[in-house]
């Protein structure tokens, strides 16, 4: 079975442009999350979303945005790049029913470099 | 609070001795611990889960951790340390509502031919 999937796998952008990341989940998990992840320190978490709806925001800005489609893949969008956003974007799936205790699976992510 | 503290942010052992990665967690966030790797380049994979069923966790690759509630701590050990689990681990919790995951910063493994 296929994992978490990411698009694209690397990507540099200027300063000031906008930037749409893509996650597909595994086969029948309906929630996505997404996190950042600076080089040297753990994840942070940026958005959950279940079933269509966001159920979780972690403590980024409003240039930061997503969504989730009717087939459960999900959207990253971020505004106004600064280069302060330059991080490994990763998308994990997870069944969305267990709560707390769900495991989450992750993709490969996204490299994104602000130049 | 942090709710999550690894230790040590990195571990150096030779191949074939024991490995001990420590993780504490804050008291308030641990409905569930997770321990998982980062290979360079790769994705995060899951190690193992704590819930609440056993205090002794078998994950994969014969890692194991204990949940010690006393010690709020859920460190992760390995008997014989192999070249392969060169990589970075990271402890993770989660809080009794949301699904949000807290790591810890990591910590970087490096084996010792």
């Known amino acids: 079975d296929a994992g978490v999937t990411q698009s694209p796998t690397h990507l540099i952008k200027t300063r000031g442009q906008h930037v749409t990341l893509r996650c597909s989940p595994i086969s029948g998990h309906k929630s996505v999350s997404w996190y950042q992840q600076v080089l040297g320190q753990g994840p942070q978490f940026i958005f959950q979303?279940?079933?269509?709806?966001?159920?979780g925001r972690g403590n980024f800005p409003d240039r930061f945005s997503a969504r989730q489609f009717p087939n459960y893949s999900s959207e990253l969008n971020v505004n106004a790049l600064l280069l302060g956003d330059s991080a490994l974007y990763l998308c994990?799936?997870?069944?969305?029913?267990?709560?707390?205790?769900?495991?989450?699976?992750f993709g490969p992510g996204t490299r994104l470099t602000v130049l | 609070a942090q709710s999550v503290t690894q230790l040590d942010s990195h571990v150096s052992v030779s191949e074939g001795t024991p490995v001990l990665l420590r993780c504490n967690y804050s008291s308030s966030y641990s409905p569930s611990l997770f321990w998982y790797v980062q290979h360079p380049n790769k994705g995060l994979q899951l190690l193992l889960k704590y819930t609440s069923a056993a205090t002794l966790v078998k994950g994969i690759n014969g890692f194991e951790a204990e949940f010690k509630k006393s010690e709020t701590s859920f460190h992760l050990t390995k008997p014989s340390a192999h070249m392969s689990d060169a990589a970075e681990y990271f402890c993770v919790a989660t809080r009794a509502t949301g699904n949000q995951f807290y790591f810890g910063t990591g910590t970087s493994l490096t084996v010792i031919p």
């Open positions: 979303y279940y079933e269509k709806e966001e159920r």
């Open positions: 994990a799936s997870s069944s969305g029913v267990a709560g707390p205790t769900d495991t989450q699976y």
